[in-house]
């Protein structure tokens, strides 16, 4: 009976929400976004995630849309501490007192999907407890139920065909799905967490709890700072008592802006799982200047294919190649529309390159033109007006992107963020090399080593070859027999080791990770792990070129 009346409540939103759509136009300029702004928000439930997720479509709406759709962060309507306190010990098994020495009942923030509230452990520790809503995951079930309807109908319109809105809802409701497991979110955020204690950046991510943590509760260390909202805000009304305060702290706008900046780089590019929601009040910069993320909600991550893309397409910006960067984002687009004619895409594309790389150049151009956000909103339009999908997880990369960029610019507006990139993707090729050395390409690095061990034999036997036969002249005798097996010997030694040289050098630049590579280096290995047989075999040599002198002295 509940889902029936949600699917009632929704479909009379639709109905009295679609029409008004369709002649926007001649409400005014603004009521498209804002009317879909309400429809989601007044749908609540996984309507107002379904928005949020939107929001960073950029390659699909309008800019205005995204820019209003992305209102729906806000703080929402809180959930009575009745119903938090009755969750939390329905998912312990324990009284709330037996868990939590204190639980503050006014609560944090209040989002699309879960409830933040504040508590101390019985050891002292301050920590914040994340608890989903009630009734949210059957919320949303139904909810995504009905946008799939929903956007099956919108695919069957002729004005859009093509779209495969169906496609697109049915991404967006598999990541809101994905929100709705805590303990995935505990798991990234321990990930993030310990791969930034040892990062030599200055960020930082929370403690998980996990004994205080399940399916639908999350208990995280409790992080005191200065919200960069805070800052952002200090700087716009001109609080200059707080900024000197925070300042004697360790805290400015502008490094914390260089953090933001180059902590996004390390997550995306070195973690390859980052946090794809780095609005302002989800980032708190503590005492001493470290800037700690608090919210892993929403985690995107690209895999090895995408993560190569993006550093061609970084290091193309930052040797200034405008059809390199045009080519990796080209790559990135999948799958390509058959048939779909990329040229408008490639000028379009290619323009918005041009002048982005010219105003880095230019120090009298403005911040918007010099915005990686603005540059990055032309490319999902330019994406938007032909067409062209992109994965989930380049959006969610390019969204994250793009808040970020625009965090930074409020920070520090003069920020000369190409010198920091170029150092980033300077050290980003140097790790290649190191991995390619220890780990992904070992077998290349290899193989090229194996290649000089045979060359080095090749030649000994050529010394060998040249010098005992005018050792043999130097008698005025020709050589014996076995002196001639010995020679016999080097010159097989040598024609097989000059063709095992080519061969492994041949393999180490075509792939070395082939199964003919593998055992060649599986049985190097072996040999390095017993030198006993290498010396084995320098002594035999010794004793037969000891016979050959010894035996050509005699004769003389």
Request: hydrophobic share 45%; with cysteine; net charge positive.
């Amino acid at each position: 009976m509940w889902s029936v009346a949600r699917l009632c409540w929704v479909a009379a939103l639709t109905v009295l929400c679609g029409p008004l759509l369709l002649i926007r136009r001649g409400l005014g300029r603004d009521a498209g976004p804002r009317l879909l702004r309400w429809y989601f928000e007044t749908c609540g439930g996984g309507y107002v995630k379904i928005g949020q997720l939107l929001a960073s479509r950029y390659d699909l709406l309008p800019a205005q849309y995204c820019e209003e759709l992305s209102k729906l962060f806000d703080r929402l309507r809180p959930v009575p501490t009745g119903d938090i306190r009755r969750i939390i010990e329905a998912e312990l098994g324990l009284p709330l007192e037996a868990s939590y020495a204190v639980f503050d009942s006014t609560p944090l923030a209040t989002a699309s999907l879960a409830q933040v509230h504040g508590a101390i452990l019985h050891n002292g520790e301050r920590v914040v407890v994340k608890v989903l809503k009630p009734r949210i995951r059957p919320l949303m079930r139904v909810d995504a139920a009905w946008i799939r309807l929903t956007a099956r109908v919108i695919d069957t319109l002729p004005v859009l065909r093509g779209l495969d809105i169906r496609r697109l809802v049915d991404e967006l409701s598999r990541a809101a799905l994905e929100e709705l497991d805590l303990r995935r979110e505990a798991q990234n955020t321990a990930y993030i967490r310990r791969r930034m204690v040892v990062d030599p950046i200055a960020h930082y991510a929370p403690k998980v709890y996990r004994s205080l943590s399940t399916f639908n509760m999350l208990t995280l260390e409790r992080i005191d700072g200065v919200a960069v909202r805070e800052l952002i805000d200090a700087l716009v009304k001109g609080d200059e008592a707080s900024l000197t305060r925070w300042a004697a702290m360790g805290i400015t706008p502008e490094r914390t802006a260089i953090i933001v900046f180059r902590s996004v780089l390390e997550q995306t590019m070195r973690f390859r799982t980052f946090n794809a929601d780095p609005h302002p009040s989800n980032l708190i910069v503590m005492a001493g200047g470290t800037v700690a993320w608090v919210d892993f909600g929403l985690t995107g991550w690209i895999d090895e294919r995408q993560w190569e893309l993006q550093l061609r397409l970084r290091e193309a910006f930052v040797r200034g190649r405008s059809h390199d960067a045009y080519l990796a984002m080209l790559e990135s687009i999948e799958p390509i529309p058959e048939g779909r004619d990329l040229r408008p895409f490639e000028h379009d594309l290619k323009l918005s390159i041009r002048d982005y790389l010219l105003a880095n150049e230019d120090p009298e151009a403005g911040l918007a033109e010099k915005s990686a956000g603005v540059f990055l909103t032309r490319t999902l339009q330019a994406l938007r007006r032909s067409r062209l999908p992109m994965t989930v997880s380049t959006v969610a990369l390019y969204r994250t992107v793009l808040i970020a960029d625009m965090v930074v610019l409020r920070l520090y507006p003069t920020m000369h963020w190409i010198g920091h990139l170029a150092r980033f993707v300077e050290d980003a090729r140097e790790d290649v090399i190191r991995q390619a050395v220890g780990g992904q390409l070992r077998s290349t690095y290899t193989a090229f080593r194996l290649a000089r061990t045979p060359l080095a034999v090749a030649e000994s036997a050529e010394w060998a070859l040249t010098r005992l036969p005018q050792l043999g002249r130097a008698t005025l005798r020709g050589l014996s027999s076995w002196e001639q097996i010995v020679l016999m010997t080097l010159r097989f030694v040598r024609a097989v080791a000059g063709l095992a040289a080519i061969g492994l050098a041949a393999l180490a630049l075509v792939g070395a990770e082939s199964t003919v590579m593998r055992a060649i280096v599986d049985s190097t290995t072996s040999v390095a792990e017993h030198p006993w047989l290498a010396l084995v075999g320098c002594v035999m040599l010794f004793l037969a070129l000891t016979s050959v002198i010894r035996r050509v002295g005699s004769e003389r």
